[in-house]
């Protein structure tokens, strides 16, 4: 019983630090997008770093 709830909490502790891992190839122009009340619309840039993989960026 113990043996299986330290188990449990290993597993759970290393799926929580996984989770943090991303990869960082798409990168965005600035860190906040401010708009005025006026504005339909408002332009960023999107750079892909990696030169080997190319990454998909979906907008809506």
Do not use: E, G, H
Request: hydrophobic content about 45%; glycine content about 0%.
């Amino acid at each position: 019983m113990k043996n299986s709830r330290r188990s449990r909490v290993i597993l759970l502790a290393l799926a929580a630090a996984w989770s943090q891992c991303s990869p960082a190839a798409v990168n965005v122009d600035r860190t906040r997008i401010i708009m005025d009340a006026s504005q339909k619309t408002v332009a960023i840039t999107l750079n892909n770093d990696d030169k080997t993989t190319p990454f998909l960026a979906q907008s809506w």
